[in-house]
């Protein structure tokens, strides 16, 4: 729990501070405009995994994860050479397991629409379907293969070995905050899904192609998110219906359409 605090603080410093356009609505409407909207992200991604960049990193993590399968005992050797290594993995264990669950990308999300911010609204949602979505893959993937880890630890498909959780989740949330916001803000979740990758290697939970599959399978998982919102934000959803309370009693519903979008604008509520 106090992993998943410190992350939640430290995710809500990344985006540049930007107040919702959405002062008129209340957050109630929001955050069921938020949900209406979820399928259409997971529809949109669906189909970008079939894009240049996304089929590059599948492609470019099988090609490595082949490589490292046939040297796999060299380069477990020479990851896990030094004792001292296991001295620092334990952070690696706790980053992934936070960002797998995505508690604290869901965190800065439920932030985002109580302060009605649209920079951590954006960030939260984002972070939050990468991480499900990577997730199902991952779930799905170490299901079907029922890989045992080379600790012999773990029980039942769903802790198998292929591919490794840790490193899809923090690639899709390292990949998602690169195509979302740049290179520089992504910089450090780079640099943190790398260490949890190679400390799962050091602890013995994971072979290096299966931490090689994860990064690959989370990196597209990301890219393919930040993708289906760039398609969502200027305004696929150009029908809502709300709920209306007007200020002299009672209640109702209102109905809103669009006609066309304006330069720059967001489409959201």
């Known amino acids: ?155 039942g498909r769903l802790s198998s070995s292929f591919p490794s959780g840790h490193a899809t989740g923090t690639a899709a949330l390292a990949g998602t905050v690169q195509r979302r916001y740049g290179t520089l803000k992504a910089a450090p979740f780079h640099l943190a899904s790398l260490y949890t990758g190679l400390t799962r290697i050091v602890d013995n939970k994971h072979r290096p192609y299966e931490v090689i599959a994860g990064w690959g399978l989370g990196y597209a998982t990301g890219f393919a998110i930040a993708r289906a919102w760039d398609k969502i934000r200027p305004g696929e959803k150009n029908f809502a219906m709300l709920p209306w309370a007007p200020t002299e009693g009672g209640a109702g519903l209102s109905f809103q359409a669009r006609f066309g979008r304006s330069p720059g604008e967001e489409g959201q509520p």
């Open 1 to 155: 729990m106090k992993l998943s605090f410190l992350a939640l603080i430290a995710f809500s410093h990344i985006p540049a501070a930007a107040y919702a356009q959405c002062r008129s609505h209340s957050r109630l409407d929001v955050f069921r405009y938020d949900m209406q909207t979820c399928p259409i992200i997971w529809k949109r991604s669906a189909g970008n995994y079939a894009k240049k960049k996304e089929l590059m990193m599948l492609g470019t993590a099988a090609g490595a994860g082949v490589i490292a399968w046939q040297f796999n005992g060299k380069f477990t050797r020479e990851i896990r050479r030094h004792e001292n290594y296991r001295d620092f993995t334990s952070f690696g264990d706790s980053y992934g397991r936070a960002v797998n669950l995505g508690f604290a990308q869901f965190g800065v999300y439920l932030t985002g629409v109580a302060f009605k911010n649209d920079s951590l609204r954006e960030f939260g949602i984002l972070t939050t379907h990468s991480a499900l979505l990577s997730g199902a893959f991952a779930v799905g993937l170490k299901f079907a293969t029922n890989s045992p880890r080379p600790d012999g630890s773990g029980g």
